[in-house]
């Protein structure tokens, strides 16, 4: 791992500490993330290649298929590795038209952690992010104290937060530890805006990442390879033109601009394809210079 190209190698969970790049499991079912995978052999051969390159983190969720990604994670790595830590996120839920909703009253929290629970074959999940999807009567305080309800009673070993505003970061550090941050972030700035991310505000995109890197919190950047389309205010090419200065694709820049951005993100970058996998760790290595980053940031701040 100490082939980063930008440091450090290594993030603090919590007491956990793993590589500065995780692998996410929404490509793990189907399209639009629902129903079976169409080559299952395919998807289990990813997930062992996950712990062969030394992936350390996998992100995932009930609601994901529902229930095919943790099923696969748990047919193909249970009993997982020691090194290995798990994340899920509870707040959402999958709709019979194939849509997100928000489900995150006390009762529908508890019944999403048990599900991830038994789905990957858990007693304790290692980190559980409060997923804030919008639409919703219930408080945020509210949601918030049943998560810390669940960590009281052994079922969550860390608390992270997802799709929140500065506010609502500030108010959970204020009230209980938080260990980290899942929220919309990548090149493309604003421009990957779905319907279930309403109010993640891009303004405060920036202050929060720089305030997990300040409190020791990992930022985990959701969409990660969200790669600009072609237009005279968008950063593709900027980013198009690091990318062939340094013979990479440019998802690997995407990555690798992360990395570079702070030493508080932690990329979850996902995929179906053990090829892709492999180019998304070797984003790793890709050492971008002061002038790269300048230029993809100048470009992304324009666009924003």
């Given at each position: ?160 937060l997802s799709n929140v505003s500065l506010a ?137």
């Open positions: 791992m100490n082939d980063f190209a930008h440091s450090p190698a290594t993030i603090r969970i919590g007491d956990l500490e793993v590589c500065r790049l995780g692998f996410g499991a929404m490509q793990i079912p189907g399209p639009m993330v629902w129903g079976e995978p169409k080559d299952p052999e395919r998807i289990r051969a990813v997930l062992r290649r996950v712990l062969e390159l030394g992936i350390q983190l996998i992100d995932t969720s009930w609601y994901y298929g529902p229930h095919v990604s943790n099923r696969f994670i748990a047919e193909t790595l249970h009993p997982y590795a020691k090194h290995l830590v798990i994340a899920t996120k509870l707040g959402g839920k999958r709709t019979p038209d194939k849509g997100w909703a928000a489900f995150n009253r006390p009762e529908e929290l508890r019944q999403g952690c048990d599900e991830d629970l038994r789905g990957l074959r858990l007693d304790r999940i290692d980190v559980v992010h409060l997923r804030w999807i919008d639409h919703t009567e219930v408080p945020f305080r509210e949601a918030l104290d049943a998560m810390i309800g669940l960590q009281k009673e052994g079922k969550i070993r860390h608390l992270a609502q970061l500030r108010y959970g550090m204020d009230k209980t530890p938080i260990v980290g941050v899942q929220n919309l972030y990548n090149v493309a700035a604003g421009e990957k805006r779905l319907g279930q991310f309403p109010h993640a505000a891009i303004a405060d995109q920036e202050q929060i990442v720089d305030l997990c890197a300040a409190n020791g919190m990992a930022f985990l950047p959701f969409f990660p390879l969200a790669i600009p389309g072609p237009g005279p205010k968008r950063p593709a090419p900027a980013i198009t033109a690091v990318a062939k200065r340094h013979a990479k694709t440019e998802a690997q820049i995407a990555i690798a601009w992360l990395l570079a951005r702070s030493k508080a993100i932690l990329p979850i970058a996902g995929t179906s394809s053990p090829l892709h996998l492999d180019e998304n760790w070797n984003a790793r290595t890709i050492a971008l210079t002061n002038a790269d980053i300048a230029e993809i940031s100048t470009a992304r701040e324009a666009s924003a």
